[in-house]
């Protein structure tokens, strides 16, 4: 059940991730009540939600919303932040193209729509919707044809939240951050020889997230926000071109 003394509450979609973890740790530390919906637990988490990977989109997000609301108790949200999502390659050539693809739609658009039903339900007036998306699907990814369209039905979501009749609660702000490449030990791991102060670091969009959270410096609803990390230090830019 939700801390009855908590002034500020917020879920995190993928709490378990290399990135949502680091939100849940940093929300926590502000003394924000923080829920995780995930494939598996986070323990620093106030609540969790766990998610079957082997249910269907219909079912998950049953499942999901059922929860949230027994989690919740009555009471609203004043952030939802989904970070779920993951990276596969291929282009057309690709054997595993099609099944790449299906786990990307998985882990990005099903996460983001869901977040975006719950914001509708329980999200408070004026609270912050975030998704992600990511830089590379602002334009063709022949390499990793799955992700980079998984990636820009997000970027096409938000841009449908940020309208009037969306659904979402009063002078709520839905956007999408768009990292080019986060700062996570599994790209460590599989880039072990890139420059990394060109990646973002995850405490630095931790404490964006919060930053937006609480109202501050807060971009228009509908927004794609570039992360960009060059030699060590970190902005961010409203994009401001077409969609593909």
Request: glycine share 10%; net charge neutral.
């Amino acid at each position: 059940m939700a801390a009855a003394g908590a002034s500020s509450r917020v879920l995190i979609y993928g709490g378990k991730g290399a990135l949502g973890a680091s939100c849940v740790t940093y929300f926590k530390a502000k003394n924000w009540w923080v829920t995780s919906i995930d494939l598996f637990p986070n323990e620093e988490a106030h609540a969790n939600v766990i998610v079957d990977s082997s249910k269907s989109w219909v079912e998950q997000d049953q499942e999901v919303q059922k929860r949230v609301e027994e989690v919740l108790d009555g009471n609203t949200l004043d952030a939802i932040v989904c970070v779920a999502g993951g990276w596969a390659g291929g282009n057309a050539k690709s054997k595993a193209v099609v099944k790449n693809a299906d786990l990307m739609f998985k882990q990005s658009v099903w996460t983001s729509l869901i977040s975006a039903s719950i914001a509708a339900k329980h999200l408070k007036n004026g609270g912050l919707l975030s998704l992600t998306g990511a830089q590379p699907s602002l334009g063709g990814t022949a390499g990793m044809m799955g992700y980079g369209m998984a990636k820009a039905a997000v970027h096409q979501l938000v841009k449908g939240l940020g309208m009037e009749g969306s659904g979402l609660p009063p002078d709520s702000t839905a956007l999408a951050i768009l990292p080019m490449t986060l700062d996570t030990p599994m790209n460590r791991k599989n880039m072990a020889n890139a420059d990394f102060n060109q990646w973002t670091p995850l405490e630095y969009v931790a404490e964006l997230l919060f930053e937006w959270s609480e109202g501050k410096n807060k971009p228009a609803t509908g927004s794609l926000v570039k992360l960009n990390t060059k030699d060590g230090k970190s902005s961010w830019e409203v994009y401001t071109g077409c969609l593909i």
